[in-house]
């Protein structure tokens, strides 16, 4: 049974940092491209940024040079180091887990708030 557990979200004001991290379990944590995606209230879920298996990286425009994902094979782990947040951060952090090969083999993680007060 895969689970991806994620922690580390929580209340923090404009300018400040948080640390999320996502543990899994039930896959081969070291093949597959591990991201981080978020929605906001009455918006679409959409994608932070991903890193894969060969420590390629891709983020999106709005957390460029603000947020970094890095991944611990060892521990099975993937994080997401969040600085500089605005409240436009604000929403549900969800981990993912994507088989490069075969692109239905993908699991999500249940969600972790995020919220950044101005």
């Known amino acids: 049974q895969v689970q991806l557990v994620e922690s580390g979200g929580g209340l923090v004001q404009a300018g400040g940092s948080l640390r999320l991290s996502c543990a899994a379990s039930?896959?081969?944590?070291?093949?597959?491209?591990m991201g981080w995606y978020r929605q906001a209230p009455g918006k679409q879920r959409e994608l932070v940024a991903t890193l894969s298996s060969d420590s390629r990286t891709n983020y999106a425009d709005s957390v460029k040079g603000r947020f970094t994902i890095t991944r611990d094979n060892a521990r099975n782990t993937v994080y997401l180091q969040m600085n500089s947040l605005r409240p436009e951060d604000t929403a549900v952090y969800y981990c993912?887990?994507?088989?490069?090969?075969?692109?239905?083999?993908?699991?999500w993680g249940q969600g972790t708030q995020v919220t950044v007060s101005s």
């Open positions: 993912n887990a994507r088989h490069p090969t075969y692109s239905a083999d993908t699991y």
């Open positions: 039930g896959i081969i944590f070291r093949f597959y491209t």
